[in-house]
């Protein structure tokens, strides 16, 4: 049988954990918090993030990694992005010697500029045929209802993909195989920057032609950045681009848009932060999301303005006026 651990309880780590032991596979929660591990093994309920969620009875927990980690197949990794690299150090001398690191994060790392798979090899100090990637449009909320859904799971390895599409494909659950982990991670990323865009012009109590604006040419900003580092083109046109960018954009759901929404109304970056219990991850990997396209020289003027709200202290309004006086362009450029 298929062994997996994932790191992290919050919803999205405690949600696949839940898809990967109903598809069969022997799943273990890794978390920090004994409480919520001691929920998760005795009670089948992880009241932190996903109360009143029946989780199977299957599903293991522990809060010592070496024991969550022993003889697993794919060692999947679900805490915020910017701690990764600090986590992932900690647990590297227990990691087995074959198993696949699955990301689930969706952020580029600030400072270096990297994309979480180029963080995993870095610091685990295994080559790219041993990580993969899952992302798409997989709002927890709607998951965890057994709710129909899709997802994308990449790796440069197709025996990879073949191996972790079955460990949790369900008939509610559908796992599609891609070989390009460089867009399939962008999608991801930038579409959070792009979701708190929409987010603020919803706040401002802007209508569906600005949010419908910002969602295309924020897929158009998510392309040029992607055709720039090698990305396939069409990998933004599927589940992990423009599938999860239209959830992340018009659902309640979407943490990211909800972040937005609160600016736009007027609150401080503090307030939102504070009314905000679980990761809006846009809101710190905006910076450097901003800092890779400034390195490869690509325009992303949604990307810059949602940095100025978020960290500058630009205001919404301000924000809109920028964009509205750009001069002209073709609708396709710089791509």
Same mark, same amino acid.
């Given at each position: 049988m298929t062994k997996a651990v994932v790191f992290g309880t919050g919803s999205w780590g405690t949600t696949f954990a839940?898809?990967?032991?109903? =598809?069969?596979?022997? *799943?273990? &929660?890794?978390?920090? $918090?004994? !409480?919520?591990?001691?929920?998760?093994?005795? $009670?089948? !309920?992880?009241?932190?993030? &996903? +109360?009143?969620? %029946?989780? +199977?009875?299957?599903?293991?927990?522990? *809060?010592?990694?070496?024991?969550?980690?022993?003889?697993? #197949?794919?060692?999947?990794? %679900?805490?915020?992005?910017? *701690?990764? $690299?600090?986590?992932? %150090?900690?647990?590297?001398?227990?990691? +087995? #010697?074959? =198993?696949?690191?699955?990301? /689930?994060? @969706?952020?580029?790392? /600030?400072?270096?500029? @990297? $994309?979480m798979s180029e963080v995993i090899c870095e610091v685990a100090g295994v080559p790219e045929e041993r990580v993969a990637v899952v992302s798409g449009p997989n709002l927890v909320g709607e998951l965890i209802r057994r709710e129909p859904a899709a997802t994308v799971v990449?790796?440069?390895?197709? @025996?990879?993909? %073949?191996? /972790?599409?079955?460990?949790?494909? &369900? +008939?509610?659950?559908?796992?599609?195989?891609?070989?390009?982990v460089v867009g399939v991670e962008l999608g991801g990323a930038v579409k959070n920057v792009i979701a708190l865009a929409v987010g603020v012009a919803a706040g401002m109590g802007l209508g569906d032609n600005v949010r419908a604006t910002l969602m295309t040419r924020g897929l158009a900003e998510i392309s040029r950045l992607g055709a720039a580092l090698g990305a396939d083109p069409h990998t933004f046109a599927g589940l992990a681009g423009m599938g999860d960018l239209v959830a992340s954009c018009?659902?309640? /759901?979407?943490?990211?848009r909800t972040f937005g929404e609160n600016l736009g109304r007027g609150m401080t970056l503090a307030e939102t932060i504070a009314a905000t219990r679980q990761t809006a991850e846009g809101v710190k990997s905006c910076e450097s999301v901003l800092d890779l396209a400034r390195k490869h020289d690509v325009e992303m003027p949604i990307t810059e303005v949602v940095v100025g709200v978020v960290h500058d202290g630009m205001t919404p309004r301000e924000a809109a006026m920028l964009l509205l006086s750009r001069t002209p362009k073709p609708e396709r450029y710089g791509v």
């Open positions: 839940m898809i990967l032991a109903e =598809a069969g596979t022997s *799943t273990t &929660l890794w978390g920090r $918090r004994a !409480e919520v591990v001691e929920a998760i093994a005795r $009670r089948h !309920e992880n009241p932190e993030y &996903l +109360p009143g969620v %029946a989780l +199977p009875p299957s599903l293991r927990a522990t *809060t010592d990694p070496a024991e969550a980690m022993e003889g697993a #197949d794919f060692v999947v990794l %679900a805490v915020p992005s910017q *701690t990764l $690299r600090g986590n992932l %150090a900690a647990w590297r001398p227990h990691l +087995p #010697d074959h =198993a696949v690191l699955v990301s /689930l994060m @969706k952020g580029i790392e /600030l400072r270096t500029s @990297k $994309r990449a790796s440069v390895d197709e @025996k990879v993909t %073949a191996r /972790l599409q079955e460990a949790c494909h &369900l +008939p509610w659950f559908r796992a599609y195989t891609n070989a390009d018009t659902s309640p /759901l979407s943490r990211n």
